[in-house]
């Protein structure tokens, strides 16, 4: 038979490991025996994995349930995540910086270190592998520690019996002891003035026990289950679906697939800016802060639609309208668990181009014409015989690249056109080359030109599109944290054991912080009933004072 | 059950539950690029365009022929240099059961028009003018091209400039038997 049980004299048969007996209290242990109080820290109980140490499962245990090891990864967590805020992380640094490949990037910006730096992966260093497995091993000392500890506490503070040994209640911090008149008398008094002051309690015979706020032993313990839910919300953020982050550029009057939430669209019907009048004077801050402009409102009027259930990507022909939003700051468009903010703007995009066809010399009218720079028309008949034909439209004209005239991109940065121009004098047609402050006739001397008039412009909404499902998971962690913390800082448990034997009074109190409290409770208790002095058997100075507290 | 041997139980199925936890978060905190961008293997999201003829074309109704899908736009170079070389492997591939799809990103009907009109392209030209297909099949960079085998599933994902003998060898590889 393994050395698997203590018998106390009581007769109780304890775990190994026990310091004091879970019936009475006796100390078990020569080191418990020998001190002048006893360690009340898990109320006496075995911490379970110091106990039991065999098979691999209980090494890997009792490695997660020591404290060392949690405070020690807790360190090395602290540790790397700073070393994570040197330079910013990859997700933060430009994306449309002109250096593509991010590892030239933090070289060519922090020189050697960011290359270094680049290359140890520390710039994606909170989603890296090891990061996360740290995280993940705090998790598990968290709740392996936690069991270790709770359970056994717990089933202690559960089954305490009231009458104690003498040599348990004798190892108290704060004692009491000596002759009262009457036995029975005092007890009841007792009994009846810790009721008053809010105790809870029990009678054995001629001993006693009152307690309170046993709840505050709990409290690290609802702390550290706030904690794991924290944790098992962020975790959460990379099983698909519970979290988006994305971005787009929507021109007004363009309508565009929303990137992160598949099946809507998203129409930007208006972007506003609106600006404070100045009145002709600036204010005191504007000239401080030397600007001219202050924006009132950034506002996009937006629609959302959504495909209907089955529909295949660029279905739009049966889109419906969800939601109309004004969207403003802290104004997002909400729907459906998704927010979409405005995050940019771009004023004055050209978007279209009014010109006139008109005789060079004599300067004579033949009409105008609009073109829509997202949508051009091939034809555009100006009546009276006359029209204009778009032969080539380039958004964004870069030059000529193998005889071809050719476009760098497909947004109207700087349109250019090739026309064929027909007008009753010249029914053969005019081609004619234009772009902005420059025309060219290729094909010879033209009679006619197109005269630029006037630009039309558009503006474009930044957005981003957010979603976060792990928030109530998040928020409902921070709370039941906050909770723990408060009732195992603000409650504290107190014990008082009382017993009488042929009119001998013997008590005890144990605490788990706050000494003074005891002590009050103590001094309430002398003012109604007769009782010896008590005494603190470790007589602590005031500030010391302060600071003793256990779990 | 005894006592200890409980105990045992607990202490291996909570490490277990925890070390499962764990491991699935690193494991989908790691592919999380991969699960959200289209793979070779998967199955090709369908979607539906129209052509500049206004014929709508569904990728489904293709099923049981290879799909040659390229990503493009008139801006890009490369896009247009290899536009001719998909027409000419089209003729020959046409009748074989061999289907060939050119995605234009959201630019007007007149630009891919005249475009067309330039090339003499005899494939179907769609426009996506909600970038919603451009989304589906995250296509970033242009030219791309992805191809369907007959059953609907993406065999091969490319970007970048496409030579004629390569667009051959493409349209061989989905072919129906």
Redesign the interface.
Known sequence: MEKETVICTCGHENPFGTKLCEKCGNPLTEEEKNTKVVDMRYDGKAI?SKT?NK?F??K??NFFSSVKVGITLIVILLLAASIGTFLPQEMYVNAGSPIADKGAYYESVYGFFGKIYYMLGLTDLY?S?WF??LV?ML??SI??AS?DRGIPLHKSLKNQRVKRHASFMKRQRVIASGEVADGETTLNDIEKQLKAQKFKVRRDGTALLAEKNRISRYGPYINHVGLIIFL?GV?LR???GFYVDESMMVKEGE???V?GM?GY?FKNEKFILETHDNNGQLSGEQEKQGVNVVAKNFQTNAKLYKQPEGA?????SELELVKEAEIRVNHPLQYDGYSIYQMDYRLGDLSGMTFKLMNKATEESYGELTIDL?????MYDLGNGSSVE????L??YDGF?DGQP?????NPNNPAFIFMMKTPETPEGETSFVEIKNTIEPLGENQNMMKFVAPQTSNASGLTINKNSTLPILSVGGIIFLLGVAIGSYWNHRRIWVQITDNQLLLATHTNKNWHGMKRELDKLSEHVALPAYEDQLALTDSEDEEEGDQ | MDK?KK??VM??V??AV??I??AY??Y???T?DK??TLQVGDDA?????TDLEGNKH???DYKGQGVFLNFW???C?PCEKEMPYMNSQYEVYKDQGIEMLAVN???????V??FVDRYGLGFPVVI??????R??YSVRQLPATILVSPEGKVTEITTGELTEQRIGEMLESIKPN
């Not at chain 2, 996506?128 to 297909?133: F, H, L």
Request: no cysteine.
């Open positions: 379970r039991y098979s499962v209980d890997v245990w989603s592998w996360q497995i993940g998790g598990i709740i392996v069991i098992v975790s990379v099983v698909p309508m565009v697939e990137p598949p669209y295949v990507s660029g279905d739009t997202t949508n051009p028309s091939k778009i032969l080539t439209y958004p964004d690249k050719v476009t760098k991109s497909p | 200890k105990r045992l202490r291996t909570i490490l925890l070390v936890g764990i978060t690193i989908a905190a790691a999380q699960t959200k999201p369908d979607f539906v365009l569904k990728l489904s736009g008139t801006w170079p990103i959201a630019q007007s009907e007149f630009e028009q005249t996506d003018t909600t970038k919603s297909v989304n589906a």
